[in-house]
């Protein structure tokens, strides 16, 4: 009988020795799995859109409007990098003071404002553009300058980019007030977290 | 002795409860890990790409398909949304009957149907198209009407876009039978759980 | 007396029983959160990001280039796949030996280098071109051809589109040295790993 009572405690000890180091390990587990998800929801793509605006064409810039408001509207945040000809989009005037004879070329042959650009296809001198946007209103589709109002209404983030400003000699002054300006990094950080990038 | 007893069962006791309140404990963070899981695996991006057909040239629509067909054939999902320029490709016909003037512009000057479209470059009143088109024959490259019937059979999805459509003037007996209409909610709805998005 | 010790032993053997199940229900739900976060693990999008160059624009290969070397230098993966006209980007010479005369008249009107390239706007037959480089060139900003380089240098993975070379007959000899050629299986493969991609 006291030999048994002894297995009988041996048994218990042991059986708890393992039932400690079981819940042990579960709690190392635990923790290295709370440790991975928070590094996996960091990492996932944010409710984002990023969208280069590289295009200084009515349809394609206006193609990245609606897709720009759509998602802002859906609730999504959006980032807008405007480069190249796609700053004519956000220019509201042309200075020439204190420009060299380039920059004062590019000034005058690039366009101020969306009410500017043309068509990429079927322009006609502008003809086909003035028919589009005779359409446009008649079907109640906001023009790009509406398009243009309501992103910045709902939120959008519109950087436009600082080299592209340097090469075509565009003055900050020349851009819509209240405009971020920036660099690759600046779209880069933005589209590693998008759900969807365009390139426009 | 007693005593000694005493502090044992107090100890036990002790033990017991700390023991039941790491398990508890443990219990609750595995909840939210599964929890918090759930959520990162409904986030995470499907086996999708989502592709934007604006573009109207031969050789642009033909990338896009390559890639769409090339998708489809790795078991991807693919959604592909055709708006301005892009229509032209799904077209089968022309219809003037029951269109204003200028839709009925829009109707003759824009394409109709895969075979129709020019090329961005070396296009040359159509040559450069043709020449390459029996390169592609002699290479037994599928050419772009093929890849088009081949995405389909593939269960590709292929959405037109409705507001393109409507300032086109663009009537969906034009356009291939069996399509999807759609706007930029339903684009975004795609996009967003995509691996990959395309503006082409 | 003899009773209340019987109870006491059937809840305790009861209670440790409950113990042991909760022990093991958790170790099971621990073992499946391990197997699925290992899922999502392989499944998220790495630090990588993924271009496909179509255009043969000067101005927009550009854009490729300054988006490409950024992302290096800020230690992202970088994936570039040059297609149709792309391909003159990576072309160091023309050979016209042993191609047959569309190959040749290809050969001969497609750029070979990035400064044979042309603006997509306001190229004035080449003079745009040349003010946009000394712009450049004064703001101490990258050449094209300078890029191209940093990318190389920086590990970008640049890849020559097999089928393009063959409709457009353009060699491997034609191309810089050390280039990867695939297809579109190679591009999705890195694609629907990366966090953003862009068609250019």
Same mark, same amino acid.
């Given at each position: 009988?006291?030999? *048994? ?6 048994? #218990?000890?042991? $059986? ?7 819940? *042990?390990?579960?709690?190392? %587990?635990?923790? $290295? ?47 807008? &990098? &405007? ?7 956000? %220019?509201?005037?042309?200075?020439? %003071?204190?420009?060299?004879?380039? $920059? ?9 404002? #969306?009410?500017?650009?043309?068509? /990429?296809?079927?322009?006609? #001198? ?8 005779? @359409? ?6 906001? /023009? ?5 109002? &309501? #992103?910045?209404?709902?939120?959008? %983030? ?5 080299? /592209? ?5 565009? +003055?900050?002054?020349?851009? @819509?007030?209240?405009? $971020? ?11 590693? +977290? /998008? ?6």
């Amino acid at each position: 009988m006291s030999n *048994h009572v002894t297995v009988t405690e041996q048994e #218990a000890l042991q $059986e708890t020795t393992e039932l400690y180091q079981r819940l *042990h390990d579960l709690e190392n %587990r635990v923790l $290295e799995l709370e440790q991975r998800q928070k590094n996996l929801e960091r990492d996932m793509p944010e409710p984002r859109i990023s969208i280069v605006v590289m295009s200084g064409d009515y349809d394609r810039v206006l193609a990245a409007f609606v897709i720009a408001t759509g998602a802002a509207a859906m609730g999504l945040q959006v980032s807008m &990098f &405007f480069t190249f000809w796609g700053l004519g989009v956000l %220019r509201q005037n042309r200075r020439l %003071r204190g420009k060299g004879l380039l $920059e004062k070329a590019f000034t005058l042959l690039t366009p101020a404002g #969306a009410e500017e650009l043309s068509l /990429s296809r079927l322009n006609f #001198a502008g003809l086909g553009l003035r028919l589009l946007k005779r @359409q446009m209103r008649q079907r109640n589709i906001s /023009s790009l300058s509406e398009l243009i109002a &309501f #992103a910045r209404d709902l939120g959008v %983030r519109m950087v436009a980019c600082q080299m /592209s400003m340097d090469v075509m000699g565009i +003055k900050p002054e020349e851009l @819509q007030p209240g405009l $971020e300006t920036g660099g690759v990094a600046t779209f880069l950080a933005d589209a590693t +977290k /998008s759900k969807a990038t365009l390139f426009i």
